[in-house]
């Protein structure tokens, strides 16, 4: 059966959750602010219809001095069933986002790990995401190829093009040249394998990403998890 990733599923629930808008141009707004190339940021702001007055507003909270401080924060634990999950925060408050995290994780049956307890099971690596619109699946394929793309996922979804963690800049640039500005460019983790999950796991599993990424400190959760259709339909 056909599996979802975490990935897919965040990134689709906040696309069609119009009134999670304005925390996602939050979290875009934060990227922007600390991101050393800056121009992908801002590529994955406009990808998302984030105005143009939040994104000019970010990008002059980066050249104040003085201005807001945020900090790369990574958590590492185990939601329900074992899944391994990742949490990538930008917060300037260390102690609120440990707080939150450890209690969101403990209130829906997971435990908070400490640093390395998940991460040796994934890979370090560049996403790239275009929609369904940007070509055919052989299209999209030569476009990678000739960018120096590692490897192409497409679906009636959309695209995903994995690239080296090194390589991601260079890869995004060639394909805008190519195809566009993508939907989203980042640094991914991805797991090396997948556990499938089943209903009851992953109604818990589910609740337990949502308050995560309600949090305006995370900006994104990986896991190692693959949900058929069936249960994702039964999920609603």
Do not use: C
Not at 100 to 115: D, H, M, P
């Amino acid at each position: 059966m056909a599996g979802h990733s975490k990935f897919k599923n965040i990134m689709h629930r906040k696309g069609a959750q119009d009134k999670k808008r304005s925390a996602m141009f939050s979290k875009l707004s934060r990227e922007i602010t600390v991101a050393a190339k800056m121009g992908l940021a801002v590529n994955a702001a406009k990808a998302q219809s984030m105005p143009k007055d939040n994104i000019q507003r970010a990008i002059d909270k980066a050249s104040m001095a003085g201005g807001e401080d945020y900090v790369e924060i990574r958590y590492e634990g185990y939601g329900p069933g074992g899944v391994a999950l990742i949490v990538e925060a930008l917060t300037d408050n260390r102690n609120r986002t440990a707080t939150n995290v450890r209690t969101a994780f403990s209130k829906n049956g997971g435990n908070l790990g400490s640093e390395g307890s998940v991460s040796h099971g994934f890979e370090r690596r560049g996403l790239i995401e275009y929609g369904p619109d940007a070509g055919d699946e052989e299209a999209m394929l030569e476009a990678a190829i000739e960018a120096g793309a590692d490897d192409v996922e497409s679906s009636e979804d959309g695209h995903t093009i994995w690239t080296a963690a090194d390589a991601l800049h260079g890869v995004a640039g060639a394909l805008e040249q190519a195809l566009g500005a993508a939907d989203n460019v980042k640094l991914a983790w991805k797991p090396v394998l997948t556990v499938d999950v089943d209903e009851a796991t992953a109604s818990t599993l589910m609740k337990l990403i949502d308050t995560l990424d309600d949090d305006d400190d995370v900006q994104t959760v990986w896991g190692n998890y693959e949900i058929s259709d069936e249960v994702m339909e039964k999920l609603g």
